[in-house]
């Protein structure tokens, strides 16, 4: 092992007592959708990034009750594609039971861009995003980007659905697990969720 030299070893002390993390902290909040809206939570989770997924959607009123959860496994698919999936399951969800006006949120950006019409829809989910257009098309819908965070109910059931068989389907406030009634009680209580992340700051020349 070589050894540090005396000035080796004062240069990394000095730069140990000198270093200062950059922290990003930031309060995301989850909000109830305007008088007389909806509000459809969608997320989409993978194992692997082509493998098992499923997809999530959480629908809610304007007290933040939830109205229907559905969730669904996907075999041999990647996230972009188990994301579209989630919007598409909650839009035609809100759409068939005239749960409309209502806002889809998901935290993938990308999503919301292609949907949008921002940008360009790649070939693989080219099926999902046809869809969703057509059903956005028959009644009141509004697409919106949210922190993953925000969407804190609907991914913990995401991740549920790995340990069960099939698709779920929860219709009630009772029919959720402990721990998703205390993530839709904290939501309706407007309590935030923390979300802190580290970056480095590149020095100039």
Same mark, same amino acid.
């Given at each position: 092992?070589?050894?540090i030299g005396t000035q080796d070893h004062f240069q990394m002390v000095q730069f140990i007592e000198e270093y200062r993390p950059h922290n990003r902290i930031r309060l995301v909040l989850w909000k109830c959708p305007h008088e007389g809206c909806?509000?459809?939570? %969608?997320?989409?989770?993978?194992? @692997? ?6 997809? @999530?959607?959480? *629908? ?6 939830? *109205? ?6 996907? $075999?041999?698919? %990647? ?35 292609? @949907? ?25 819908? $509004? ?17 549920? *659905? ?11 406030? $009772? ?31």
């Amino acid at each position: 092992m070589k050894n540090i030299g005396t000035q080796d070893h004062f240069q990394m002390v000095q730069f140990i007592e000198e270093y200062r993390p950059h922290n990003r902290i930031r309060l995301v909040l989850w909000k109830c959708p305007h008088e007389g809206c909806f509000k459809c939570n %969608t997320a989409g989770a993978s194992r @692997v990034n082509l493998g098992l997924c499923s997809a @999530v959607f959480c *629908v809610r009123n304007e007290r933040g009750d939830l *109205v229907e959860a559905g969730a669904r496994k996907l $075999q041999d698919t %990647t996230n972009i594609v188990a994301k579209a999936s989630a919007i598409q399951d909650g839009l035609e969800y809100c759409i068939s039971n005239h749960l409309v006006p209502v806002v889809i949120e998901s935290d993938s950006l990308i999503m919301i861009n292609i @949907v949008e019409e921002i940008w360009d829809s790649p070939w693989k989910i080219s099926v999902e995003v046809r869809k969703i257009k057509q059903w956005s098309n028959k009644g009141y819908v $509004q697409f919106a980007h949210i922190l993953r965070e925000g969407i804190a109910l609907a991914d913990y059931l995401a991740n549920m *659905v790995f340990d069960f068989a099939g698709t779920i389907q929860i219709h009630s406030f $009772q029919e959720l697990p402990t721990a998703a009634r205390k993530i839709l009680n904290s939501d309706k209580s407007a309590m935030p969720y923390i979300m802190h992340s580290t970056y480095k700051v590149r020095e100039l020349d």
